[in-house]
Nanobody, 120 residues
Framework: QVQLVESGGGLVQAGGSLRLSCAAS????????MNWYRQAPGKQRELVAT???????NYADSVKGRFTIYRDNSKNTVDLQMNNLKPEDTAVYYC??????????????WGQGTQVTVSS
């Protein structure tokens, strides 16, 4: 089992910045990727940013150039730096971990989510 706890959400004006943090604990070995998703009211959950075990990163087109995903292995955290925030970034943001074991069994873990609200 992997436990994920997000922090850092809040209310910010358009153009502002927030940094989300996801702390991972438990059986964090064999985690292949850490991801940030978001879900706005009435919309499907969408993938925002990914960082793999090899430190490759990928971003949704809507956040490229504004969001950056970081990993701190010493703290077992994955942060999402969000700059130049827009009202359409308003959503609940979720941390996600994908674990691949030696027998090719894959597990997916989710945090509880943190609210980000961007006012215009």
């Amino acid at each position: 089992q992997v436990q994920l706890v997000e922090s850092g959400g809040g209310l910010v004006q358009a153009g502002g910045s927030l940094r989300l943090s996801c702390a991972a604990s438990g059986s964090i070995f064999s985690i292949k990727s850490m991801n940030w998703y978001r879900q706005a009211p009435g919309k499907q959950r969408e993938l925002v940013a990914t960082i793999t075990s090899g430190d490759n990163t990928n971003y949704a087109d809507s956040v490229k150039g504004r969001f950056t995903i970081y990993r701190d292995n010493s703290k077992n955290t994955v942060d999402l730096q969000m700059n130049n925030l827009k009202p359409e970034d308003t959503a609940v943001y979720y941390c996600n971990a994908r674990q691949l074991l030696s027998d090719n069994t894959q597990y997916v873990f989710w945090g509880q989510g943190t609210q980000v609200t961007v006012s215009s």
